[in-house]
Every structure is written in structure tokens, then in C-alpha cells.
């Protein structure tokens, strides 16, 4: 699933092609996605607008209207958005089109169909964001990301720390891959209770974590599946990866067998030796 790198990564690929086009229309296919896509709302509110801006929220995209109207995308698991010439073949899987005005469209392609897209009308936008926003955890780039306050959320909680920092209305944007990243760049245990974390080791996962996203964003994030920029490119950092999918082979520090388990149904990769409880 992509995650705060691959989500950016897509953002600024949009960022170089939309604002300032004019959507001269929308097709849908016919499927459902995660959600029914709103179709009467996207041609109200979509069809017709120009682009001004495209921001991100944890996982999500907001493609900002000059009408006020926010069209609102998440890439599930394997959703990818291009911009292509309009002439190209569409694809099955093609669920959304917004047909631009110089020859090229953006589209939502989504074979797993677990992404989604919604709109709020220009007139609910500003309310319908904050309390989207509100319901959504801190951003690892934000400046609530720090040590203390992370101390202070952890302190009644006693699930594994892994679980803490993949919870997106704790944190957002940090998925399995990150996490299980930056967790062996700062030797926690990821099994270790999240209460029982010192400021210390907290202060090592706020640095470890932006270190690791923003390396990851210059990457053009992770193709581990098949996660595509808005180019058509794949990402890189895959080939940065010191312990996601590593299982059997030897921890780049100590040469001890890197382990895989599940914690919370997600698969975990660690060193046994680094990775001791503190």
C-alpha cells in the first residue's frame, strides 16, 4: 500500500502538470471502488473547474478547485494516477478521467479498487477538511512530531510500538514498510510496549522517521509492488531497505539473520540482535 513517501511522490509529480488546467470533463467507470465513486458530485463540481492547487493530508490527495470544491483521492492499495495524452488506450481499471484542457487527462487507475474518491462541494469543503483533518493523526513533518508529545500519547497505551506508529489517527502516513524502517535505523524492538519508551528513544524515532521519509520522497518512494509516479516511473528506495523484506538475510550491522512475524497482522522484519527490548 503506499504510503506518506509514494502519497508525496505523487503529489508533486501532480503539482508539475495540473494547476492552472481546466477539467473540460469526468468519466467514470463502471465499477465500485472502496466506495461508490460520486458521479452527479464530480460532474457538479469537478467538470468545468480549473486545478489551483494539490495537497496531501496522511495518505490522502486534495485536488483544489478554483470554485472552492476539493476532489479527494486515496491510492488504496494499488491505485496510481497518470497524466497521459488523452489519445492513449484506457485501461479495465481506469476508474476516473478528468479530461484536461491541452490534450491530457488525469487518470485513477486501480485494479485492487480498494482506493477511493470523493468530493466535497465548495460551499462544505472548508468544514468537511477540518473535520477530516481532525480525525487524522499528527504528520511525521509537522511540528507536533516531537518527543515529548509523542511521550505524552504513548503514556496510557501499552501496544507494541510498531502498532503505535502504523496507527494513522495516532500518526499518519507512517505504513509497514516505514515503520519496520525506521524502527531497526533506531535498534527498538518492535514488539517493546509503547509506554515504556524513554523521551531518548523517542527523540531517535522522530529523527530516524523524517530522515528515512524524506530519503525515501527523493527516492520517488517504494516500489515494492507496483507503485508508479504520476510519470509512469517506479520508485527506488526499495534498494535502500536495511530490513523490509529481508527475512533470512544478514542484519547489515551484526550479521545476525534478519527475523520475520506479524504484529497486528503485518508483517515484521527485525534484527534479534539490534533490535533488543531496552
Excluded at 467514470?28 to 494539490?54: M, N
Excluded at 479495465?92 to 485494479?111: A, I, M, S
Excluded at 522517521?209 to 510519470?231: M, N
Aim: net charge positive; charged share 25%; hydrophobic share 40%.
Amino acid at each position: 500500500m503506499p504510503e506518506l513517501p509514494e502519497v508525496e511522490v505523487t503529489r508533486r509529480g501532480l503539482l508539475e502538470t495540473l494547476p492552472g488546467r481546466l477539467v473540460q470533463s469526468v468519466r467514470c467507470s463502471k465499477f465500485r471502488l472502496r466506495q461508490s465513486i460520486p458521479r452527479a458530485l464530480l460532474k457538479r463540481e469537478i467538470a468545468g473547474q480549473q486545478v489551483v492547487d494539490v495537497d496531501r493530508r496522511a495518505k490522502y490527495l486534495f485536488v483544489r478547485m478554483s470554485s472552492g470544491a476539493v476532489l479527494v483521492l486515496h491510492l488504496g492499495m494499488t491505485g496510481k494516477l497518470t497524466v497521459i495524452e488523452s489519445k492513449m488506450p484506457r485501461h479495465k481499471h481506469d476508474h476516473l478521467t478528468l479530461v484536461l484542457d491541452n490534450g491530457f487527462e488525469l487518470r485513477f487507475n486501480d485494479c485492487r479498487r480498494f482506493g477511493s474518491v470523493a468530493v466535497w462541494p465548495a460551499e462544505q469543503a472548508a468544514e468537511l477538511e477540518a473535520a477530516f483533518s481532525q480525525a487524522e493523526g499528527i504528520e511525521p513533518f509537522g511540528p507536533e512530531f516531537t518527543a515529548p508529545n509523542l511521550l505524552k500519547m504513548a503514556k496510557r497505551r501499552t501496544i507494541p510500538v510498531k502498532s503505535f506508529l502504523m496507527n494513522s489517527k495516532i500518526i499518519a502516513g507512517i505504513g509497514n514498510i516505514y515503520a519496520n524502517e525506521i524502527l531497526f535505523a533506531t535498534a527498538i524492538d518492535p514488539f517493546q510496549a509503547v509506554n515504556t519508551l524513554s523521551e531518548k528513544q523517542w527523540q531517535s524515532i522522530v529523527k530516524a522517521a523524517r530522515k528515512i521519509l524524506q530519503q525515501a520522497i527523493e527516492s520517488g518512494g517504494s516500489s515494492i509492488s507496483d507503485f508508479l509516479g504520476t510519470s509512469g516511473h517506479p520508485g527506488y528506495f526499495q534498494l535502500q531497505l536495511q530490513v523490509y523484506g529481508r527475512k533470512g538475510e544478514l542484519c547489515v550491522h551484526c550479521e545476525t539473520e534478519i527475523c520475520k512475524t506479524d504484529i497486528s497482522g503485518r508483517a515484521t522484519y527485525y534484527c534479534p540482535s539490534c533490535q533488543k527490548s531496552a
